[in-house]
Structures are given as structure tokens and as C-alpha cells.
């Protein structure tokens, strides 16, 4: 690939990963899904967890796994999006075109959730990320969030 075909694919990555940001806060699990290779994962094992928080304090509402394919990440949208309000925010991106159908990057994250009960989580971490361009454009095959910190419950 030549600088330009280098740049045009970090720019639509970042295009690929707002898209998945604005899913995930309009509940639109069509998109979101879309967002993903077919075989697609998204590995939240460690979502609630965090440095500053002790393993036993587990997440608000006991949530923690790795879907596979848009089938199960969609259905994430739908049945967990509910009545929750959520913001997520991705900054900095550290985009490597590793050749014309892969790339990697990590993304610093913030999020807030506020739930139904009023209670409010917010976190900041990274989205360790792989990509693959398929014929419909960029896509996610592997994505995993870590976590810096967890505000306290």
C-alpha cells in the first residue's frame, strides 16, 4: 500500500469505530452488528474490572463475556441497551495498516452509564482492536476493552 491507501484506511478505521460508538449509545444493534466481521468478536471478560477495584466487586449487574459474530453482538444491543443511557468516547487512536485487508489499533476510552435505579458508572480504558477489509469496507474482527479505572459504586 502507498501513504495515500495507508491514510485513506486509518481514516475510515476512525469512521468504522464512531460508527460503533453511536451504536452502541442509539441502541441500533443492526448497526452496531453491521460494524463487525461476520465472525466477528468483542471480548468484554473484563469489562467491570479495573486496578483500582477489588476483583470481588464484579460488575453492577453481574456482566461479563466474549460474543462471537454479529448475531450475538446485535443481540447484546438489543437486550441490554434497555432503559440504560449510555456515552462512550474514543480518543487518541494508535491505528498500524498491517496490509490491505488488516489492521490493529488501540483506542483510550471513556465511558458513563446511568441505569434505571440512578446509579452511574463510569470508566476509562482502552479498545484493543482488529480490523478486516471485506468487500462492504473496514470492519471489526476482534475487540477487546480493558480498563484503567472504574469509578467507585
Not at 488501540?106 to 435505579?117: T, V
Not at 476509562?124 to 480490523?131: D, V
Request: proline content about 5%; charged content about 30%.
Amino acid at each position: 500500500m502507498d501513504t495515500c491507501d495507508r491514510l485513506l484506511a486509518i481514516e475510515e478505521i476512525k469512521k468504522l469505530k464512531a460508527r460503533y460508538f453511536r451504536c452502541v449509545d442509539t441502541k441500533d444493534a443492526e448497526g452496531y452488528g453491521n460494524v463487525f466481521t461476520p465472525d466477528g468478536v468483542l471480548d468484554l471478560q473484563i469489562a467491570y474490572q479495573a486496578p483500582n477495584r477489588s476483583p470481588s466487586a464484579g460488575s453492577p449487574d453481574n456482566f461479563s463475556l466474549v460474543l462471537k459474530g454479529r448475531a450475538q453482538i446485535a443481540e447484546l444491543s438489543r437486550t441490554r441497551g434497555g432503559s440504560r443511557i449510555s456515552v462512550h468516547h474514543g480518543h487518541m487512536p494508535e491505528i498500524d495498516i498491517e496490509s490491505e485487508t488488516r489492521a490493529t489499533g488501540i483506542w483510550s476510552m471513556e465511558d458513563i452509564i446511568w441505569y434505571p435505579s440512578g446509579k452511574r458508572r463510569k470508566g476509562y480504558g482502552h479498545y484493543h482492536e482488529i480490523y478486516e477489509h471485506l468487500e462492504t469496507g473496514w470492519h471489526i474482527k476482534y475487540c477487546k476493552l480493558t480498563r484503567l479505572y472504574l469509578d467507585p459504586e
